[in-house]
């Protein structure tokens, strides 16, 4: 539909070449969508053991973050423990072999040190 806006993962614009908007953050800067940008609004995510490593990361501070970001979410039902230590260990072997086919398909890899305080949080809670 002429004049319409969609939305698509990152990897399908590059896959299939589609034109991208720049988009206005928070610092007024107007910004292409680039593994650079996420990575950039990565940044200011609040993800912690406090709030069991769920953050929402839209519109986030940062002259070159780009303003329209997601991460995906994994919820573990406590009374599923040995399936849950199943879970988490695939989850590690992604967190170690994972990072170039996660990059590979325009995803950016959550940084080392979140996935290290991840993998202390599974211990802390005997998930793994």
Known sequence: IKGSIGYIEYSYKIKLGLPAAQVENKEGKFINPTVASFQDAAKY?????????????????????YPIVAATFILLPAEKAETNKQVTAFINWAYTNGDKAASDLGYVPLPKETKDAIRAYWVAKKIK
């Not at 709030?51 to 070159?64: L, R």
């Open 45 to 65: 995510a609040t993800w912690t053991a406090d709030n069991d490593f769920y953050a929402v990361i839209g519109d986030p501070a940062g002259a070159t973050s």
